[in-house]
């Protein structure tokens, strides 16, 4: 499989703005695999096309960077003015260095044109590259793609070597590109896909016809997308539809996935993010339970032991985004992870076993139920411990007065509401669920990116003093749906200041377009019809609530959920 | 099996000293008549040939075999070797292992894991080349360090009175002459007058070895790679070299 054939077919994916045809011609890509290459290669030009080496599961990264691709081309022949001068004009390397192609003096003494393959083991092989003398063998490997390829062909490799393909290509679109090629459900495939949060293996089992290969199931360390809950109006609305439900404490806190085999631990983020040398408490009593193969979710709570209420949820991220000092930050910090559900267990994946089993089976693990009814009086005394795992609280009824009262509990222990579960829902990993629901007492807050920035007047001078904040659709595309100004504390603002000075698109004189990439979370009256924005809503006195670093654009609120919010809410009145 | 004794252990570190330069790994050919191996640099600019015939051991005993190495722990090894080490090559063929062993006053053994890599399909090309020059190893690295003050490439001329190294930067540049009759040059036969630029990194890594009273064979052509011989301690080694185009 020639790499010149997948850069002509990017190419026409780059050049289109819809959708649809990016599809249609990423399914000539996979046409043209089946005709002239082999599953693998259709593996790894699904990771090619979102930019990557590696599946998403691994964190792993190239690690090669923009000077070292300058120095790699420049060492032989492009001038390093002329290439810098390039970039600067075309706001590319990939696009500088195609046009400075033909600049490439050195000769080279192998003529096969490039493969796929040569060019992924090429680029793992440098990301693997320690030690001494590195960089000149880096700078050669590097090299060694760029005298070989066409034009075109070092568009693409300079890009997939930033990791950063820039074709409009994502796993959707490719999910999409599959299930129309192959003739198989997307349903099925974003399920799949869920579970090995790897959309290259994925292609290369569709090409093989082997859907039911035992490497599209649960594995451990290989994280899989969290089963995500529905926001309900109302508690006896979720009653009504389910009949007798679990209700349990929905914590503040961050969720986590938790994988366990023997003495080896991993935790992950909501993300799929490894954050494990983050919180080194919750390893060593991860490592005491006494299960040998095991995959858990919980949430991870900050507790202030004076009060045993949970500290805030920003607590928790800056240890996640920690890498040092966590020593002197867990002297800081008391946490605790109440598990809520089990998706493994020796051998046997629980996915598809309905969620009261599911908890017994937790329960046999921790030792005892937290059932609200019966424990309620241990439970409130442990609230102050030094305990690390818990289990969820839990109230198994089908009365809503009995509910409400449980609700209640929740938010007086200063956690943020009820989860209300199906016990017969099977575990369904990436989908929002109506099988689970989540009610809190005010409407749900709603994760939006800052797209645009105004400058400051008055007392916010010096900083940026209000944001236009945007919601998605399930494309992708982004929609504003107000601004937000308030809500901000001074180094909030400081903080601002210096984040967006780094992502400025375009300077529009009284304000700045930015990059999407700061999501925050904000709070509101209600939200209102309004003809002043495209997505026909907007949101009356938006506040921001707290910055959302563990989020990226792409877990923002959709219109669909603004919709769905404005109904609860009309229904409310 | 395969068993090979070598009289100085240093030489032969310079021998994997120059070839790690433009190589990670290797394949040792193994047979009755000595040692081949070659390899193209991971860059495609370059490419390695190594050949050790038997003579150039002491003592020698081999069947075929293909043995992977990594160079960068052979480096590392080899730099472990003393003044009056002698080398001993062996193939534990049980344990799947090459065992460096340098012996003076007693045995000093290393055992390097063998990679599973096949022989190369890459061999030196049989190329006719209209000129050869053969120049004191010494005075041709010195050439070389001269033009690196100055430039990142080389251009070599030869036409039927001289061979000259020449180095141009933007604003200085410097060049050796060697008459034909000059010391330097043991000989230069040129059919066709030639000029040709190469890249001056690989080069200085492809004479690392070349020590003083060494003699380099260069073949030289318009539009080709440059070929490069010399020995040391027997061990004949070969580079070629992909021109850099001017224009």
């Not at chain 1, 089963?227 to 006896?236: D, F, G, H, V, Y």
Request: net charge negative; hydrophobic share 40%; charged share 35%.
């Amino acid at each position: 499989m020639l790499w010149r054939d997948v850069c002509e077919i990017f190419n026409k994916i780059e050049k289109t703005t819809k959708r649809l045809e990016k599809r249609d011609y990423f399914i000539k890509l996979i046409d043209m695999v089946k005709e002239k290459g082999k599953p693998e290669d259709l593996k790894k030009i699904c990771y090619m096309a979102i930019g990557r080496v590696y599946p998403e599961y691994d964190e792993r990264e190239l690690g090669i960077g923009e000077k070292l691709l300058i120095n790699a081309v420049t060492s032989i022949g492009i001038k390093k003015d002329e290439l810098l001068e390039k970039i600067k004009e075309t706001g590319d390397i990939g696009l500088a260095i195609e046009q400075l192609k033909s600049k490439i003096k050195q000769a080279s003494l192998f003529f096969q044109p490039l493969t796929v393959d040569e060019v992924y083991e090429t680029l793992k092989r440098v990301g693997e590259i320690e030690g001494e003398g590195s960089q000149k063998k880096k700078l050669r490997l590097i090299s060694s793609l760029f005298l070989r390829a066409s034009p075109i062909e070092c568009r693409y490799l300079a890009r997939l070597i930033l990791e950063d393909m820039r074709i409009g290509m994502n796993v959707p679109t490719i999910l999409d590109a599959l299930s129309v090629y192959f003739n198989v459900p997307k349903e099925k495939l974003e399920k799949i896909y869920a579970i090995t949060n790897d959309i290259g293996l994925l292609a290369e089992k569709l090409l093989m016809g082997d859907l039911e290969s035992e490497e599209l199931k649960l594995k451990l360390f290989r994280p899989i997308k969290p089963m995500l809950a529905q926001l309900t109006p109302s508690i006896e609305e979720a009653l009504l539809e389910m009949g007798r439900a679990q209700f349990e404490t929905k914590y503040d806190g961050a969720r986590v996935q938790i994988h366990k085999d023997g003495n080896k631990v991993k935790i992950y983020s909501r993300r799929l993010e490894d954050v494990t040398n983050a919180l080194p408490e919750i390893v060593e009593a991860v490592k005491n339970i006494n299960v040998d193969k095991l995959i858990v979710e919980g949430e991870c709570v900050a507790i202030d032991k004076q009060t045993g209420k949970p500290r805030p949820f920003q607590d928790i991220l800056r240890r996640f985004r920690r890498k040092y000092d966590i020593g002197k930050m867990m002297k800081e910090i008391n946490l605790r992870v109440y598990l809520f559900d089990i998706l493994y267990k020796d051998g046997v994946s629980f996915i598809d076993e309905e969620f009261e089993k599911r908890r017994k089976v937790l329960e046999e693990i921790v030792g005892y139920e937290n059932d609200w009814r019966t424990e309620r009086k241990r439970i409130e005394k442990e609230l102050k411990s030094d305990k690390i795992i818990d289990i969820s609280y839990k109230l198994v009824t089908n009365d809503a007065k009995e509910a409400r009262e449980f609700y209640n509990w929740s938010l007086s222990i200063g956690h943020e509401g009820v989860m209300i579960k199906n016990l017969k829902a099977p575990y369904t990993p990436g989908s929002r669920v109506r099988t689970m629901y989540k009610f809190k007492p005010t409407l749900e807050s709603l994760d939006v990116v800052i797209t645009k920035a105004k400058r400051g007047m008055g007392k916010r001078k010096d900083w940026y003093g209000s944001f236009e904040i945007c919601v998605r659709d399930e494309e992708g595309n982004l929609y504003p749906i107000g601004h937000v100004g308030t809500g901000l504390t001074e180094a909030d603002l400081e903080f601002l200041k210096e984040e967006i000075d780094k992502i400025i698109i375009r300077d529009l004189g009284e304000e700045v377009e930015v990059e999407p990439k700061i999501v925050i979370e904000v709070a509101y009256e209600e939200i209102q019809k309004s003809d002043k924005y495209p997505c026909g809503y907007a949101l009356r006195f938006p506040r921001v609530v707290r910055f959302r670093f563990d989020k990226g654009v792409n877990e923002i609120n959709t219109i669909e959920d603004v919709e769905r919010i404005y109904e609860i809410q009309r229904g409310r009145k | 099996m395969f068993r090979g004794v070598m009289e100085s252990a240093k030489e032969f570190k310079k021998v994997v000293d120059t070839i790690s330069t433009l190589l990670d790994e290797i394949c040792f050919e193994v047979d009755e008549e000595g040692i081949k191996a070659s390899a193209m640099d991971p860059s495609h600019v370059a490419l390695v040939s190594l050949e050790i015939p038997r003579l150039a051991f002491e003592e020698y005993e081999a069947d075929s075999h293909d043995i992977g190495i990594d160079l960068e722990a052979f480096k590392k090894v080899m730099n472990r070797a003393k003044a009056k080490d002698r080398l001993i090559l062996e193939l534990d063929e049980e344990k799947n292992k090459l065992n460096v062993i340098f012996e003076n006053t007693g045995k000093r053994k290393f055992s390097l894991a063998l990679l599973d890599i096949s022989a190369s399909s890459v061999k030196v090309p049989e190329i006719e080349y209209p000129n050869v020059i053969m120049i004191k190893g010494d005075a041709f690295k010195e050439a070389l360090k001269d033009a690196d003050l100055f430039s990142d490439y080389v251009i070599l001329k030869a036409d039927e009175d001289k061979f000259v190294i020449h180095a141009k930067g933007d604003l200085n540049e410097n060049e050796a002459i060697f008459e034909k009759d000059s010391s330097a040059i043991i000989s230069l036969e040129v059919k066709e007058e030639a000029k040709s630029a190469f890249n001056l990194d690989y080069l200085m890594d492809m004479v690392k070895g070349v020590s003083s009273g060494d003699i380099i064979k260069i073949y030289l052509g318009n539009d080709m790679p440059l070929k490069l011989e010399y020995s040391i301690a027997g061990v004949n080694l070969t580079f070629l070299l992909a021109p850099r185009i001017e224009g």
